[in-house]
DNA sequence: CGCTGCTTTGATTCGTATCAATAGCAGTGG
DNA sequence: CCACTGCTATTGATACGAATCAAAGCAGCG
């Protein structure tokens, strides 16, 4: 999907940045977009690779620019659970005081443009408008986490999964290339991942997964790919 | 806990609001307070009664003054899970555009500060420190969202019934106006709001909670009244 | 070609839901 | 004051779905 990062991209600059428009920055004319570049850099990070721990202080926010990641907890005898994902034009990391709570992962390669949680603080109470931003994309992540709780609250193996898929095969439309697409995706989640963001066992989510794949309503080429061949029964079964 | 009204609260002014402090009102100097208060209007609900429902428009935003409210959302089939609990101070409706998702209802009588989502939009937007207050807000409560998506996801009925009794335990002893307090509680819940909450039926609720009972870790002297007699071996089982 | 780690499949157990009945309490009217 | 009613909660018996335990299959990679 991305080509060679631009000379000015890759300097840190954000001309050409491929989240421009989606992120928090788009409250910010060029020049206070300069001023906020300066506070922060770009981060690479690998797949699996952390940007964030439990617990973390001093604490980093950002913006993703590139890539999936994911927020996890777990408790205290091991049982971990993924609590939020993060898309490239997400915010990540917890400003205004108080411990982190997650750890922040990597599931995919990505680039994120990270700043102290101290120097953004203080530079978004200089910019309300960035707070506003930033109050928007708070409460729609509110929203998903809501309706999480109600997936993993009242919702049978069945339905979450179909629910997983049809949430993932939006988001691959949404940011396909190819207009067409949405129909036919690469899961950025192992097995196990998606068990702990639907808080299943990794059994149990291959079991779904093989028996949509029987009764014909996806297709599995690949461990990673995804191809949903019936759409509509798909969303009947997500309840 | 609450005295009779005085005149001017009860005429709908600020002064001597209880949760003037903590609200996002806070944000506010008197004469801003006394514009954005022009603005909107006291409701008091009783003990059962909706102040929004799920799909609302034109939606209602606002500051639960008194009492204890739930938003709610239910599956196709009629099974219903509670997706958030609002305590005074807690801001409640779904400011910035988006239908409502949720429906609102009191547990207890409830008094709260309402405002159309379009003048409290336009008001916010006139006013930073309101907006940075309300961000404030609302990251706390994707934190609780977040942390109920672990408890959902991983937890068992026992470990949930546990974290929940300290919960609530923890706001009695905090609103409470006897310093000592916290041990001994009345819940805003009936067992069947306490299963849509944790995500379990009427049944197990009340079988864990007969269970504690039996342990000797709780008393039930009511069916609303709670005694916490062992807090440790609470949280011990609440992991 | 044979590791190594991930995924699938199978057998069994266990926790919670479901179904069904009883018990306790609050309100109502005799 | 007590029977009656309706509602909420408790308790019991059973069923079922997902977890757990165990083994085999399959891909990527040295």
């Known amino acids: 999907m991305t080509g060679t990062p631009s ?32 506070l922060g850099r770009r981060r690479t990070l690998g797949a699996g690779e952390s940007l964030i721990w439990e617990g973390d202080d001093p604490a980093l926010v ?22 939020g994902v993060v898309h490239p034009a997400d915010f990540v ?34 910019h309300p408008p960035l707070e506003r931003k930033l109050l928007q994309h708070t409460l729609a992540d509110l929203d998903r986490a809501r309706s999480w709780i109600l997936l993993l609250g009242r919702k049978n193996a069945e339905e979450r999964v179909a629910i997983f898929l049809l949430d993932m095969s939006r988001r691959a439309a949404s940011d396909g290339a190819v207009p067409g697409a949405g129909d036919r995706f690469e899961l950025p989640f192992s097995r196990q991942q998606v068990a702990d963001l639907l808080g299943l066992t990794i059994e149990t989510v291959s079991r779904q997964f093989t028996k949509l794949k029987r009764a ?12 949903i061949r019936d759409r509509a029964a798909l969303k009947l079964l997500a309840g």
Chains 1, 2 share one sequence.
């Not at 000015?8 to 300069?34: F, K, M």
């Not at 108080?98 to 990270?114: E, K, M, N, Q, S």
């Not at 297709?219 to 990673?224: A, E, K, N, Q, T």
């Open 7 to 38: 000379r000015a991209e890759a300097a840190g600059s954000c001309d050409g940045c491929p989240v421009r428009e989606h992120a928090i920055c788009a409250a910010l004319d060029a020049a206070e977009l300069l001023e906020l570049n300066s």
């Open 62 to 83: 950002g913006t993703v620019i590139e890539g999936t990641l994911v927020m996890s907890t777990g408790t205290s005898d091991g049982r971990e659970q993924i609590v």
């Open 216 to 227: 014909g309503l996806i297709d599995l080429p690949s461990r990673r790919a995804v191809v």
């Open 93 to 126: 990391g917890r400003p205004f005081g108080g411990a982190t709570r997650h750890t922040v992962t990597a599931l995919t390669p990505a680039r994120v443009c990270v700043f102290s949680r101290r120097d953004f603080d203080g530079f978004a109470g200089r």
